[in-house]
């Protein structure tokens, strides 16, 4: 049998759709409705994002979504019909999915 790395796309795949849909939601309501609304204020929101174990979750988050996103790009792409790029969007997918992980992860240590 063929050793294979498909598991571990396959694995993030499923682990970042889970990320996704439990936590983006969240996300998006505390940063693009709470702070504007004045619910939080956006120095109480700096605070939190100050503390590790935010940026960890933050880092986990961003990175198993873009890894949801690479695999299901890529076999999007091969269905409608670029199967003969395989190696390319391989490259491309993953390799765009790790770059921007670590330019977040850059950027959260930085904060």
């Known amino acids: 049998m063929a050793k294979s790395n498909e598991p571990i796309w396959w694995s993030m795949f499923s682990a ?10 969240a996300l998006i309501v ?5 702070v504007p609304a004045g619910w939080i204020s956006a120095e109480g929101l700096r605070e939190l994002v100050q503390h590790p174990i935010t940026r960890i979750f933050l880092f986990v988050v961003i ?9 299901r790009f890529k076999f999007a792409m091969e269905d409608l019909g670029l199967k003969q790029l395989g190696r390319f969007l391989d490259i491309f997918c993953y ?17």
């Open 30 to 34: 505390i940063t693009a409705i709470a």
């Open 95 to 111: 390799g765009s999915a790790i770059v921007i992980t670590i330019i977040a992860a850059a950027k959260l240590v930085t904060l």
């Open 63 to 71: 990175a198993l979504s873009l890894f949801h996103w690479a695999h």
């Open 16 to 25: 970042g759709g889970v990320m996704s849909a439990f936590f983006v939601p």
